[in-house]
C-alpha cells in the first residue's frame, strides 16, 4: 500500500447519506488496539438519516427520535466514530456526516484485513477464512477491537487511535447498490454500497418485517 494518507472530513460534512457510504466505500481504517494496529479495507457500508423533520429522514436511524447522549455523535462533526452494543453483544461502529446538528452516520458492514493479520486471526478465533475476519458489522468491531471507549474519536486525525485512510476509488461497475440489512423498517432503500469484487461482503438477510403489539379492547372498555 502507498504510503497512508488521511481522509479529509471535508468529503463527509457535506454528502448525502449515499454519497458519504460511496466517500467512504475502498477506504482504510487502522485502529491502534490490545496488541498492536491492525488495518482494514471498507468493502461495505450502510447509510443512515435523521429525524422527521432533518433532510434525510430516516426511522431506521439511531437517531430518529431525535438527540439524546447515546447518538449524540451522529449529529455532531463529521469524521467521528459512533460505537454502540447490537443485541448486547457486539460493538459496531459508523462514521458521522454531514454538518453539525443534522443527524448522519455510515455503518462499517464488512472490510478486508490488510494490516495485522494475526492480531485480527487471534480476535477473531472462530472465523474459517481470512474473508470472514471483518465480514458483518460485528465482526468489524471484533476484528479491529472497537468499543465503546473509541466512541466520539475523530478518525481523520493523524494522533487519533481510530484512523481513516483514503484508498483507490473503486469503479462505479464494481459497486453495489441494495437494501438495508438487519432492520425492520426503511430497509429496501438502496443505500447499503459494496464492492462485488470483494468476497468478504456480508451475505444479505432480510429482516422480518416489524410488528406492533395492539392490545383488544372488549365491549366494556377494558383491555386483554
Known sequence: MPTPVLFDALRLAGATPVQAARRLLGSYLEVDGPGGTVRMRL???????????????????????????????????????????????HWCGNISYGPVGQCGGVLMRAGEIVGGEQLARERRSTARTDTQLACGPGNVGSAMA???????????????????????????????????????????????????????????????????????????????
Open 43 to 89: 468493502v461495505e457500508v450502510e447509510a443512515y438519516g435523521g429525524p422527521p423533520d432533518s433532510p434525510f429522514p430516516d426511522p431506521a436511524s439511531h437517531g430518529y427520535r431525535g438527540r439524546t447522549d447515546r447518538n449524540e455523535v451522529m449529529f455532531g462533526d463529521a469524521g467521528h466514530l459512533y460505537v454502540y452494543r447490537s443485541y448486547g453483544i
Open 146 to 224: 472497537i468499543g465503546r471507549n473509541f466512541n466520539g474519536v475523530a478518525v481523520c486525525t493523524a494522533d487519533s487511535p481510530v484512523r481513516l485512510l483514503r484508498g483507490p476509488r473503486i469503479p462505479a461497475s464494481a459497486v453495489g447498490h441494495g437494501p438495508r440489512v438487519g432492520v425492520s423498517t426503511a430497509q429496501d432503500r438502496p443505500w447499503r454500497l459494496w464492492d462485488e469484487r470483494s468476497p468478504a461482503v456480508s451475505k444479505y438477510r432480510r429482516a422480518a418485517p416489524l410488528r406492533l403489539s395492539v392490545p383488544v379492547v372488549d365491549g366494556g372498555g377494558s383491555t386483554t
